[in-house]
């Protein structure tokens, strides 16, 4: 880091002492204001590299789970056809039965009726079944890929958060500039107050 110094006759009307001085605070306020916006960028480029990572880790999460909710679907759509099937399969033993035995004709036509009605009502609830299975299905992914958008906005958020700290170079000179010209005002009251004090005791 470079040093400079004031000559004899200082800076801006200052004595060299109170040159020194200012140009010491000036460079120690801008590289004050420069390591503190490394720091932040460095902090935000750590909450951008986490947010990848999360990010990645919420996309498997999520394919899993619809992987899982897929199986189970397609599970419980194979059991209810194995289940429709079986109750096809235990109506038409019944039909075959009842037209095997000796009852009258009439008889016959109401069991197989009969036969046939229960049929077709177990058939329908099986069917409102896998639709309301269906239906739920498509529930619990969609709410799975709100909550996956939902941590996807936050890591956003995080993100811009985090690269909306940083301060700008201009920011940075400026403050240095502010606190430059704090400072030089101060050093500039106190020569004047010395130098007055100064005549003052040479009044006496």
Request: hydrophobic letters at 40%; a neutral charge.
């Amino acid at each position: 880091m470079c040093v400079f110094a004031a000559g004899a006759t200082g800076l801006f009307g200052l004595g060299a002492g109170a040159s020194n001085l200012f140009l010491g605070s000036l460079g120690l306020n801008l590289a004050t204001g420069l390591a503190g916006r490394s720091a932040a960028q460095s902090k935000a480029d750590g909450v951008y590299q986490s947010a990848l990572i999360t990010n990645e880790s919420a996309e498997q999460s999520l394919a899993l789970q619809q992987e899982a909710l897929a199986d189970n679907l397609k599970d419980t759509r194979a059991s209810k056809a194995q289940e429709s099937l079986s109750k096809t399969i235990a109506m038409l033993e019944a039909k075959g039965a009842i037209r095997a035995s000796e009852q009258s004709g009439l008889t016959v036509q109401v069991l197989l009726m009969d036969e046939e009605r229960q049929a077709a009502n177990q058939r329908e609830s099986i069917n409102q079944e896998l639709e309301s299975f269906g239906r739920q299905y498509t529930r619990n992914v969609e709410g799975l890929v709100a909550s996956r958008d939902n941590r996807r906005n936050q890591l956003q958020s995080n993100i811009n958060q985090a690269y909306n700290q940083i301060p700008t170079l201009g920011s940075v000179i400026l403050n240095t500039a502010t606190q430059g010209f704090n400072t030089f005002a101060q050093l500039a009251w106190h020569q004047v107050t010395k130098a007055q004090h100064l005549n003052l005791t040479q009044s006496l």
